[in-house]
């Protein structure tokens, strides 16, 4: 919430440009500005860009960093593997298979194996996705090659023909995705910081006219219906859209015309401003103003 201090509240039979001389009955476009006649002043919301929507965007940012450089890590482990020379022998302890897809429209295959590192006591299981054709052709307690790190040998995966390259596709999605996502959380959060900076040089620069509706028209965009016996079978959910038409006049004496919407479902019930309804106007220049 932004505030600007403006002179005494009083009537006014026409709008002078320039001065800050608001009346009673002003329309606001966004129904959390209003005038306070207590202490003279017009509390103004500029309803774009806000601190939270940004900082929302700086977290999917981030996290679309991170998951593009787990990937590339995870294309460098893979990497390592097609170079490793180190293969031991392991044995298939089970399998499984999972549906893919919001609508099950995929099957996955997942077999777990069982291998030993020679001179260590530990043993490892892990759990690799495959073909259906190396699925359908191993099972429990057959033989398989593996391949590992020597450096880290819980990064391993079945060699030979047994092999989907699975780490390989793993990585590329996840680097291809955090890209990606990176790159559109980026070019959101530069546009809305840029708005955002916008909007409060015009806040803190600006000066607040008066100006009046030209037209007013609106539109109900129903989203769910149901029949209300008390009120004519109208619908009682949807979004109420109005598109107001306002002009004013700057300190210069020039006249500006232009539009402005606004989801408005508190006025379904209620008279649609007239032609002459003054409104509240935030003005920096010809080209920066904004409706309150």
């Not at 069982?114 to 996705?129: C, D, L, M, N, V």
């Not at 620069?205 to 029949?227: F, H, I, P, Q």
């Amino acid at each position: 919430m932004f505030q600007h201090s403006i002179g005494q509240l009083r009537k006014s039979k026409r709008i002078v440009a320039g001065r800050t001389v608001f009346l009673p009955d002003i329309f606001f476009l966004d129904p959390s500005n209003r005038v306070l006649s207590a202490d003279s002043t017009v509390v103004a919301r500029i309803p774009n860009a806000c601190s939270g929507l940004i900082a929302l965007l700086l977290v999917a940012l981030l996290l679309f960093v991170f998951l593009a450089i787990l990937g590339v890590s995870v294309l460098g482990s893979e990497a390592q593997l097609d170079g490793s020379s180190t293969a031991i022998r392991g044995v298939v302890v089970s399998h499984r298979h999972a549906s893919a897809g919001s609508m099950n429209q995929g099957v996955l295959h997942y077999v777990t194996y069982r291998y030993s590192i020679p001179g260590q006591a530990t043993a490892f299981t892990k759990e690799q996705f495959v073909t259906q054709t190396t699925y359908d052709r191993l099972a429990d307690g057959d033989a398989v090659t593996i391949r590992y790190l020597q450096t880290d040998p819980t990064v391993a995966e079945l060699s030979g023909s047994d092999s989907t390259n699975s780490i390989a596709q793993n990585g590329y999605f996840m680097t291809v995705f955090g890209m990606v996502g990176a790159l559109i959380a980026l070019v959101f959060l530069i546009s809305h910081v840029w708005q955002f900076c916008r909007d409060d040089v015009l806040v803190r620069k600006g000066r607040l006219l008066m100006g009046e509706v030209v037209k007013c028209r609106a539109d109900l965009a129903v989203t769910k219906t149901s029949l209300d016996t008390n009120n004519y079978g109208s619908p009682l959910r949807g979004s109420y859209n109005i598109e107001l038409t306002y002009r004013f006049t700057t300190p210069e004496g020039k006249e500006i015309e232009s539009s402005a919407k606004a989801r408005r479902n508190d006025l379904v019930d209620s008279c649609l401003p007239e032609l002459g309804t003054p409104i509240a106007v935030l003005y920096l220049s010809e080209r920066r103003y904004k409706i309150l």
